[in-house]
């Protein structure tokens, strides 16, 4: 196929790119020019430099690229979704678009958006949608007009460009400019004894995803047809907690530490979350599964592995915790008899 990315070269992207490749399609990346700091696009990859927020501009070198499938790595408004539908209306036979889980009521439960009772169980693709529109405006400014719900909508309502969506998970791996791994790694390198969660969220559970695995579902959705008009779940096939998470990256490193919970009072504001621990997000993700054939490549202990690697090597700028914050940590510690 010919496939024509939007996006594709910060963190999920470029692992999408590089598979598409090695399964031998022809692929295009058009976005900003701004690269990984290992590059991100492989040989041969063709580039089309643009921005995003004149998209129509490029409607020519689109059609002369003649792309059999588009993947929209950040859709993240309904005018982001309206223009990929349009511009490429006539031009390509299906547009990919990368949503969230973000997209439930559950999580709107979670961010304390939303009220009323926690969602049980799995989320399937039939779950309730968060109803509050536009989220997190007036939390994140570069998110005010941030809607995935608006997004899959407008992918899925074009009565001549079908579309696919993909619901992903708190994804982690290689790349990840978030540094998910990094808070819990960093103690853990730095020789402390404990790690102090807040009450109530070592047990929170959150459906999770290797960047590689996470990557294949999206390819193998753009080179399904049985994908088309379809919306999947995407990510691990059992959901596991914070707890579980962190010992996961102990195992890795040797840590023998343990992890010490505080009520939310006895933490500073900045370290309070504000979250409902009660409402777990544990996505199913067997309609991929069965209708697309999907399973994960890579096991998780070498996903840990891969991304302790990366994260060690890679520190976020702001550099994570610190001696400041270990000393706050101590004196809870302190206060809960776990220090003398």
């Known amino acids: 196929m010919k496939v024509l990315v939007l996006g ?18 022809e692929v295009a990346v058009f976005n900003r020019g701004v690269l990984r700091a290992d590059g991100g696009v492989p040989d041969g990859v063709r580039r089309i430099l643009g921005d ?13 690229y003649q792309a059999d499938v588009v993947i929209d790595m950040f859709p993240y408004t309904e005018s982001d979704a309206t223009s990929i539908m349009n511009v490429f209306d006539g031009i390509a ?18 961010n304390r958006i939303e009220e009323g009772p926690v969602e049980r169980g799995l989320l399937t693709e039939e779950s ?8 997190f405006r007036g939390m994140r400014e570069d998110r005010q007009d941030y809607d995935k719900v608006l997004v899959e909508r407008v992918v899925m309502s074009s009565p001549s460009l079908p579309g696919t969506v993909l619901r992903l998970p708190m994804v982690y791996g290689p790349g990840d400019y978030q540094n998910r791994m990094y808070p819990y790694l960093k103690p853990m390198l730095d020789g402390r004894r404990y790690i102090l969660l807040e009450e109530g969220l070592d047990n929170w559970r959150w459906t999770r995803g290797y960047v590689e695995d ?3 579902a999206i390819v193998l959705a753009a080179e399904d047809d049985r994908a088309k008009g379809e ?24 840590w023998q530490g343990s992890i010490v919970t505080a009520a939310p009072d006895m933490l500073p504001p900045s370290m309070q979350l504000g979250i409902e621990t009660s409402q777990h997000i ?4 067997g309609k991929i599964r069965r ?14 592995a891969r991304t302790i690697a990366w994260e060690s090597s890679h520190p976020p700028a702001a550099g994570g915790p610190d001696s400041r914050l270990y000393a706050i940590e101590d004196e809870i510690f302190t206060a809960l008899g776990k220090l003398a």
């Open 8 to 25: 594709g070269t910060r963190f999920i992207g470029p692992h999408v790119v590089r598979q598409l490749v090695s399964a031998g399609h």
């Open 52 to 64: 995003r927020a004149q998209l129509q501009s490029y409607r020519q070198q689109f059609a002369e």
């Open 93 to 110: 036979d299906r547009v990919v678009a990368i949503s969230s889980c973000d997209v439930y009521r559950a999580f709107q439960i979670l």
């Open 128 to 135: 309730p949608l968060g109803e509050k529109r536009y989220p």
């Open 214 to 216: 996470v990557a294949a």
């Open 231 to 254: 919306i999947f779940n995407v990510g691990e096939s059992d959901s596991y907690s914070l707890r579980d998470w962190i010992m996961g990256i102990a195992a890795q490193v040797g």
């Open 282 to 285: 544990e996505i199913d993700t």
């Open 291 to 304: 209708l697309l054939g999907f399973s994960e490549k890579v096991s998780r202990a070498e996903a840990f």
